[in-house]
């Protein structure tokens, strides 16, 4: 049996010489303020959120961060590819952020329509996109009524269109009785609008009379519905904001409608709600109901005196 040649199994032994030159010792000093700086504008970068401002953000603070890279890099002639590396993400970022600063700038509106998007669309989510085919639809013009113009009349004027106060009161009267007011960033004709389907038409059932100079924007009914078929999400944005306009509206009659007894009527609760006492007394539902419903129906009584 032949001996073993430790010889040949000494680990310990050193590598063959490699062609790439080995770090032999840590610097003594740190990098420059330009590379941290660089550093900390790329951190604040990635933190970017959401939709055109936050995009215009990220890529804003890329750019300066690769920017700064790009000057590190410059300075140290043994970093050629970093600094072109760095030179070529800072092209890319600076491009991205003046074709979102020129998209931004085409997504302008006028004062009226920043306004109603601020108030109206922008807690929503509604993004700019959106908002400018919102707009679009409308033909970007905005109608005025003078003081005491009337802007539909009962059972005459046909629903035909959609319409949104930007400034101003309307004054809202059926039989020439006086109803509620209209004010600015409400619907005039929501539940004439929620009220009906695309291919059935009807007159409005109040008259809309300008109480003092008004401004308003509005969509044409045809147009919108086609608006609706090409962007399902705008058809269900206007389908929420439709809708809790006629909440508001109906919680502003229920604070204000009285029975000749004097008794408020709540839209929101049952018709039985608001009869007297004593007639509910004399129903027969009620004589059977146990003694802890006729509590509770005390109560509700109670609440609608």
Known sequence: ?????????????????????????????????????????????????????????????????????????????????????????????????????????????????????????KKLGVSLTYFKKIVASSDG??????????????????????????????????NGEFLHYIYPFQFLDSPEWDSLRPSEEAAFQVTLQADEPCRYVAWRRKKLYLLFAKHRYIARIFALVVRNDISEKLYSLSEKACDGAGHRYDLRLPTFCHMPWTEIEKTDGLRQIPAQGERSAVLVSSVCQ
């Open 141 to 174: 013009s905005v109608c005025t009524l003078e003081k005491g113009q009337v802007f539909a009349v009962e059972g005459k004027t046909p629903i035909d269109k959609l319409s949104l106060l930007l400034s101003g009161r309307i004054r809202v009267t059926v």
């Open 1 to 121: 049996m032949e001996p073993l040649d430790f010889g040949s199994l000494n680990f310990t032994s050193e590598p063959a010489g490699s062609g790439f030159p080995l770090c032999e010792q840590w610097r003594d000093g740190s990098e420059g303020s330009v590379f941290h700086l660089s550093n900390i504008l790329l951190f604040l970068g990635l933190m970017g959120g959401s939709g055109f401002y936050g995009v215009l953000y990220m890529f804003t603070f890329l750019t300066l961060g690769f920017f700064c890279c790009t000057l590190w890099a410059w300075s140290d002639p043994c970093t050629t590819d970093s600094f072109l590396w760095s030179l070529a993400l800072f092209g890319v970022c600076l491009g991205q952020a003046l074709l979102i600063s020129y998209r931004l700038r085409r997504l302008s509106f006028d004062k009226d329509f920043q306004e109603l998007y601020n108030l109206k669309f």
